[in-house]
């Protein structure tokens, strides 16, 4: 490994000026403010800063090479470290193959006296192995959290020389996520190597190597454990100062890998509406003398769950029931892929979210820069953190457990996941889970998603819950559900749906972790011009019917909400690659007003889990209602409660065409249009919201009474609810007429009434 530094030097130099994005390729307003001077220049680790630290971001020497070479002789220009080769950004826009590993080279500062230098990796995806002055000082493996080495004894007094080796097969057993090797649909462009911070940091001898804390919102206290690495000192003082803004309400002396607990003379919660921090300052003294200072910062909040007065489970913060609504979030750039371009570019993005009204995100299948976490933390934003998934799947379940699930890359021969595959995605949980605990956005842990890798689901189970018992586990995101965690979620495109009254979840948390994805390719900011954009549903033909689709699956999700719905998830951001179906262009392009969005999640946000549910007319959901029915056109006034339609058929709801999603057919309606009547009575006043409960597809006219109530164009994939003027139902006999209209594809109409009350 060794070199001179003359030809370390000599092979190494290539003008700065010589870098610029790769040519061709769509940019976000962030990337032509992007420099090698000032690439991640932020300090990357919000919850225990110093002082004193390098940043190592910018140009490096590369080179890509066959996996098992040794260090080039010749390199093949420079890359814009946190860049990787496959991103714009980087300059260098080259795919790293399964049998190539990448090559990173850079001179280093000199060390300190006294001091000890930690070099810190963010995120480099997937083995790395790195060298300083020719001596290995250390391995990792896994490619999406954080990762030191002390690099002290290696260092020289000057003419310091990094050099990293990094090989990524991107697919098997290892954890890529989204990442294929060709991708396409739901998957993304590979990332390879380095692709967050790289940064040194100066230490003493004796030094603070983190701080855990432990909220109690109910005492208003807060717990520090404080853990030192570095020979301990004699007569050493470590002592905690938490401030809320520049005033102390909260003093101790800890002790080392004890959680020591302290009273806040001012108690502030954390919540979306008030994301309230406290800062902290933790120092290490002998004698009167600092030997190292931190600062960092806390908040109290809890989070759990509740039964509501129907019964069903509800998430809570601080005690209090609270709908989560996010969207499903990829954290894809098209200039970086997963790195952002700057801080301010993944800053605008949890922004926008938060006019859009949304209290939570869904990070999906990424661990992102902590920083991502401390603007979620200091802004109200409650984040479910995926689990990267590994792509071979599945492990052999307990017999009868569970139907076999869509793999996304062949199984091994037998099935079974060996144990070392196993042993690496658990190692790789359990750092995500130490890496963000501390974080106070944090609200539930995915480890699987669509059973994507999913294997020894009671014991991964088992093993999240006791690993952080304070956050819900939702065990497998619209994955194969067993009886482990806390959360049962369904998964259901374009609109949001869920099997209530399945037995299984009764005794879980219920939610929609996926729906949506309605597709709107905005024109000038599209990845490919060409054919393969797409959309859950189809493509709309306006942006108008973009917006009655968004619409119809707010007002459904806000019916499963007063149902046992806890929590729903839109599909998505942004548009990624050839999905197109962001509420922002890829290369973040608004496509709709977030205040429009915002008063959407209003609606969903003050609906109430429980309401009082009083029937005057049945839906089909549960048992066949009788209708009168024709597929003829019928003599005008055929919607007036006189009109004699005894000559018509008779048959139980729904109707339409097998196979129509989200409605049982009971009876077949295949032909063009139908006509449907059905009577109830009502007695006394009206107490409480008249409501339309109805699936259609497609177009549907509804007459109350002779009266027109609703007018609905499109289709449903499950019921909706319409408010209708109460005053419409009369004491007596009603009368509830639907015409509905079938365009193409799958037919159905069925409707009901009820009165709710909060």
């Not at 870098?19 to 919000?46: H, I, L």
């Not at 000082?137 to 990762?147: A, D, E, L, N, Q």
């Not at 018992?469 to 067993?482: D, K, L």
């Amino acid at each position: 490994m060794k070199k001179t530094l003359s030809l370390l030097i000599a092979s190494a130099t290539i003008s700065m000026a010589a870098w610029k994005p790769v040519d061709g390729s769509m940019r976000t307003p962030w990337a032509a403010q992007v420099t090698p001077e000032n690439a991640w220049s932020e300090y990357p680790r919000p919850q225990l800063q110093r002082s004193n630290w390098t940043n190592l971001n910018g140009l490096w020497t590369y080179a890509i090479a066959p996996r098992d070479a040794k260090i080039p002789a010749a390199w093949d220009g420079e890359i814009l470290v946190p860049f990787c080769p496959e991103s714009a950004l980087s300059g260098v826009g080259r795919l790293v193959e399964p049998d190539q590993s990448l090559w990173y080279r850079r001179s280093l500062p000199a060390a300190t006296g006294g001091k000890r230098t930690l070099l810190h990796f963010e995120a480099v995806d997937y083995e790395a192995t790195v060298w300083v002055n020719g001596v290995e000082v250390g391995r990792h493996r896994g490619g999406h959290t954080p990762f030191s080495f002390d690099i002290s004894r290696a260092l020289r007094a000057e003419g310091n020389e990094l050099v990293v080796r990094v090989h990524d097969a991107t697919e098997g057993f290892q954890l890529h996520g989204k990442q294929k090797l060709r991708p396409g649909g739901i998957w993304y462009t590979r990332v390879s190597g380095i692709w967050q911070t790289v940064w040194l940091e100066e230490v003493p001898q004796r030094a603070i190597r983190d701080l855990d804390f432990t909220p109690d919102v109910r005492s208003g206290t807060l717990g520090i454990q404080v853990d030192l690495d570095g020979v301990a000192l004699g007569n050493e003082r470590i002592e905690a100062t938490i401030r809320s803004g520049t005033s102390p309400v909260g003093q101790a002396t800890l002790t080392p890998g004890t959680n020591t607990r302290i009273q806040l003379s001012e108690v502030k919660p954390w919540s979306p509406e008030d994301p309230f921090l406290y800062q902290i300052e933790v120092t290490v003294s002998r004698e009167g003398e600092v030997v190292d200072r931190v600062t960092s910062y806390a908040a109290l909040r809890e989070y759990g769950r509740v039964k509501d007065a129907n019964g069903h489970w509800r998430l809570t913060l601080n005690g209090k029931p609270v709908f989560h609504w996010g969207p499903l979030d990829q954290g894809w750039w098209p200039d970086g892929l997963l790195t952002p371009p700057s801080d301010a570019a993944m800053l605008s993005d949890i922004e926008f979210l938060k006019a859009c009204g949304f209290n939570m995100i869904r990070k999906h299948i990424k661990v992102e820069p902590r920083r991502y976490y401390h603007h979620c933390d200091r802004l109200g934003m409650m984040v479910w953190q995926d689990q990267v998934s590994m792509g071979y799947g599945p492990n052999t379940e307990p017999k009868g457990s569970n139907p076999p699930w869509t793999r996304m890359a062949p199984a091994p021969k037998d099935g079974i996941w060996p144990d070392e595959a196993h042993e690496q995605f658990v190692t790789e949980y359990r750092r995500m889970v130490d890496h963000l605990r501390d974080h106070p956005c944090v609200a539930v842990w995915v480890p699987f998603n669509e059973a994507w890798g999913q294997h020894r689901t009671m014991e991964v189970g088992g093993m999240a819950s006791a690993l952080d018992p304070s956050r819900a586990v939702n065990i497998a995101s619209g994955g194969n559900f067993m009886p482990v965690g806390d959360i049962a979620d369904h998964h259901n495109y374009p609109d949001p749906d869920f099997p209530l009254e399945d037995p299984r979840f009764s005794s879980f948390v219920k939610v929609v972790g996926e729906f949506g994805g309605h597709g709107w390719p905005l024109e000038g900011h599209l990845w490919r011009k060409d054919k393969g954009n797409w959309g859950y549903g189809g493509l709309p033909k306006s942006l108008d019917e973009w917006k009655d689709r968004f619409s119809r699956s707010i007002d459904i999700l806000c019916a499963l909400r007063k149902r046992g719905i806890a929590a729903g998830v839109y599909t998505q951001t942004t548009d990624v690659e050839m999905e197109v179906n962001g509420l922002l262009a890829y290369d973040r392009t608004r496509k709709i007003d977030p205040a429009w969005v915002m008063e959407r999640s209003r609606k969903l946000l003050s609906t109430p889990d429980v309401v009082d549910l009083r029937v005057l007319l049945p839906t089909s959901e549960a048992e066949g209602r009788l209708w009168r029915f024709t597929t003829e056109r019928p003599a005008d006034g055929w919607e007036k409660t006189d009109f004699a339609d005894a000559s018509w058929q008779r048959g139980p709801g729904g109707f339409g065409s097998q196979g129509t999603p989200g409605i049982q057919i009971r009876s077949e309606w295949t032909g063009p249009e139908i006509w449907l009547r059905a009577e109830f009575e009502h007695k006394g006043p009206v107490k409480g919201s008249a409501v339309l409960r109805i699936h259609h597809d497609e177009d549907a006219k509804v007459f109350l009474n002779g009266v027109p109530i609703a007018t609905l164009a499109g289709f449903t994939t499950g019921y909706v609810e319409v408010s209708i003027p109460s005053e419409r139902i009369l004491e007596g006999r009603n009368v509830l007429a639907i015409h509905c209209k079938q365009v193409s594809g799958g037919q159905a109409i069925d409707a009901g009434i009820h009165v709710e009350s909060p």
